[in-house]
C-alpha cells in the first residue's frame, strides 16, 4: 500500500512573503484562502495582473522597500522608514538621497565587503587534518 502524497500549502502571509507583496494589498481571495506549492508556483511562472501590477508599482513590504534602496531593514528604521512604500515613493526618495540614505549605503556596502572578505579567507584557509577533526 502506497501513501498519496499530501499538497503542501501555506498561510497567505507566508505566500505574500515568498512573492514579495504587502498581504493588506493583495486580492481579498489570496488573503482568505491558503496557497498549495503548486499554486505559488504557478503565480511565479505566470503571475496574474494584480500581482503584476504590485509588483511594479507596490505598496512594496519592507523587505523589498530595503533591497530597492540599497539598505538593509535595520537601516530603514534608523532613517524613519517604518512602513511599506510605493515605487513612485522608493523613487522620490533615491531622486532625493537623503543623508540618511547616503550613510546606510556606505554601511550596507561595508558589511558586503566584510562578508566577502570572510568567505576568501574561509576558502583559502586549509582544511584542518583529518586527525584534528576527529579528536573534537
Not at 512604500?85 to 546606510?104: F, G, M, S, V
Amino acid at each position: 500500500m502506497t501513501k498519496l502524497k499530501s499538497t503542501q500549502t501555506m498561510k497567505p502571509a507566508t505566500a505574500a512573503k515568498k512573492l514579495g507583496v504587502l498581504l493588506s494589498a493583495t486580492p481579498a481571495e489570496f488573503q482568505e484562502g491558503v496557497v498549495s506549492r503548486d499554486e505559488l508556483n504557478a503565480l511565479q511562472a505566470d503571475p496574474p495582473a494584480w500581482l503584476a501590477d504590485l509588483r511594479r508599482d507596490g505598496p512594496h513590504p519592507r523587505q523589498v522597500v530595503a533591497v530597492k534602496l540599497g539598505v538593509s531593514n535595520s537601516g530603514l528604521a534608523r532613517g524613519g522608514i517604518t512602513g511599506p512604500l510605493t515605487t513612485a515613493e522608493i523613487d522620490a526618495i533615491k531622486a532625493e538621497n537623503p543623508e540618511w540614505l547616503q550613510r546606510e549605503r556606505e554601511v550596507q556596502a561595508e558589511v558586503r565587503k566584510e562578508a566577502q572578505r570572510l568567505k576568501q579567507r574561509e576558502s583559502a584557509a586549509p582544511a584542518p587534518p583529518e586527525s584534528s577533526r576527529r579528536a573534537r
